[in-house]
């Protein structure tokens, strides 16, 4: 029998007259629970990638969820429990002096194009996961794929594995880790350098996004690096671009209905982690493009952390803290949310505590009371650790809220009118900062690239989007925003003088905007099995 007979022996007959996604797609919405959902797309990953990314594509509103916030975070507490082959590639601590010879054992070699590292210090809001992590960079690189169109086998998802704090992990004996406590900072400082150079020495072409580092070590290896390496950390630059551009559209709605200009807005932090304080940074560009100094910037812009309102005469401040810390504030401290908001006043105000309903009804409502339209963007990771739920936001605003959200929420009926919500999804911007930064060959990520793509994003949604009130446009849309921002960021670098890829720069931008879009990875498109 030859090999074509007996291959063809093991499909059932009249497969080919049925729709074998349909099928795969049933088999999918028949699992109980987001995290058998998630085991299932990483089977089918495995066994017919191009199926998998020809799905993703088709159903983004419904996979996204899965591979991503808010279900990965399940993936990752349980991944020790749910480990099934490799996926991506770990670099211990033990491998420290021979992190070169691990990084070449990756198939890809010198043709792989990005990488997502974490060492799972701090993964959403559950906090040191050690080596479980692992999950939050195949899921951001799958992102990637469905929202740039970046080739699959130019991915490199790393774990560092430099041991966990957590003691239940240590105590597993699933476990899949190193069992050792983190490293001091000098031994973190040392591997991190010769990952780092490593990196490029094999990988010359990768751009490297950070991802999930504890709060210091986030700021301080993106402050390390970012000169000396194409890098950049998705949860301090690119969280930041998006709510930028999220909050470019709200802060002109708002504007025209309360009839103030743009530079009266006051915004107020509460949560002053990475993600806090980078967001905040990103947003002095919101100012900044109004005309208004850095300096002036800076005195509409309010943190608050789990201490209360962050003034500069405070002890023990962390050093990521005083940048935004308050000089003009001499009162009692100001520990209570509602007392914060009544001295500051503020026309916005955003979470990323990831503190469960931390903008309870009183809070709401003062917000609503002081502005025509108040804009709230409760941004923690997932929907059980989100400030508030937009249902309840609709309601104790009676719908005057601009809201954003990280994690997504289904429309809401109040008074007979249907509400959409926005999320702030760095979905919208990472893949296109990196499609840029690979276009282009930038050197480094510059804050022009990031701010760029911020407004490139703003400035994307459709008449009919606009019409409907948001402030992001639809997620369905995501390859030809991924595009339009892949453009912003190229040419931004080009300005910067740290692209490589000179050829661009003598395309106009509807030439270099067709190129972007024909560089996108398609799946092929078939509805069987492979053999």
Same mark, same amino acid.
């Given at each position: ?109 010198? =043709? @792989? +194009? #990005? $990488?997502?590292?974490?060492? %799972? ?7 040191? *996961? ?119 559209? =709200? @802060? +002109? #709605? $708002?504007?025209?209905?309360? %009839? ?7 915004? *107020? ?123 309840? $936001? ?138």
């Amino acid at each position: 029998m030859s090999l074509a007979i007996h291959n063809a022996a093991r499909i059932p007959p009249y497969l080919f007259n049925t729709d074998h996604a349909q099928r795969v797609l049933a088999q999918l919405r028949s699992k109980h629970n987001g995290l058998e959902k998630y085991i299932y797309l990483n089977g089918l990953k495995e066994r017919d990638p191009n199926l998998f990314y020809e799905l993703l594509l088709a159903n983004m509103l419904e996979m996204v969820p899965i591979l991503y916030t808010p279900t990965v975070g399940d993936a990752c507490s349980n991944y020790s429990h749910i480990w099934r082959r490799p996926e991506g590639l770990y670099v211990t601590i033990e491998n420290k002096g021979h992190i070169r010879e691990v990084l070449r054992t990756w198939p890809a070699g010198q =043709a @792989a +194009r #990005i $990488a997502v590292v974490t060492d %799972g210090s701090r993964i959403l809001g559950l906090g040191d *996961l050690g080596a479980n992590g692992l999950p939050i960079s195949i899921g951001k690189l799958d992102l990637y794929v469905a929202g740039a169109g970046i080739k699959p086998t130019t991915t490199l998802p790393i774990c560092l594995d430099l041991g966990t704090n957590t003691q239940r992990f240590l105590e597993d004996p699933l476990y899949i880790g190193v069992r050792r406590k983190r490293p001091a900072t000098a031994e973190m400082d040392e591997f991190m350098h010769e990952f780092m150079e490593a990196m490029r020495e094999v990988f010359p072409q990768l751009l490297v996004q950070f991802e999930d580092f504890s709060t210091d070590n986030a700021f301080r290896y993106l402050d390390l690096f970012r000169n000396q390496y194409r890098v950049f950390n998705d949860d301090i630059q690119g969280t930041g671009s998006v709510i930028l551009s999220g909050f470019l559209n =709200a @802060a +002109r #709605i $708002a504007s025209e209905a309360a %009839g103030t200009p743009l530079t009266e807005h006051r915004i *107020l932090f509460f949560g002053a982690g990475s993600a806090g304080i980078g967001v905040a940074k990103q947003l002095l560009s919101f100012f900044t493009l109004q005309g208004m100094s850095v300096e002036e910037a800076k005195k509409r812009i309010y943190t608050v952390d789990s201490k209360g309102l962050i003034t500069a005469d405070r002890k023990g401040l962390q050093e990521h803290k005083i940048f935004f810390a308050r000089t003009d504030y001499q009162g009692p401290p100001l520990t209570n949310l509602v007392d914060v908001i009544n001295y500051v006043k503020p026309t916005a105000l955003l979470g990323l505590s990831t503190v469960r309903n931390a903008f309870p009804e009183e809070v709401v409502r003062l917000m609503a009371s002081l502005n025509t339209r108040p804009i709230i963007f409760p941004l923690s990771n997932p929907v059980s650790l989100c400030e508030v739920d937009y249902a309840d $936001a609709i309601k104790w605003t009676n719908g005057s809220v601009i809201f954003a959200s990280g994690s997504p929420y289904k429309p809401v009926e109040y008074e007979g009118k249907t509400y959409e919500p926005g999320q702030g999804n760095n979905m919208y911007v990472f893949p296109g900062i990196g499609m840029g930064a690979i276009l282009s060959k930038a050197r480094h990520v510059t804050d022009s690239m990031v701010e760029q793509a911020s407004i490139a994003l703003a400035s994307s949604l459709t008449p009919e989007e606009k019409a409907a009130g948001l402030v992001y446009p639809r997620l369905v849309r995501i390859r030809d925003i991924s595009a339009q921002v892949a453009l912003a960021v190229i040419r931004a670098a080009q300005k910067d003088n740290v692209d490589e890829n000179s050829l661009f720069r003598n395309l106009s931008d509807d030439a270099l905007l067709e190129y972007i879009k024909a560089k996108q990875w398609q799946p092929a498109s078939s509805h069987l099995p492979r053999l």
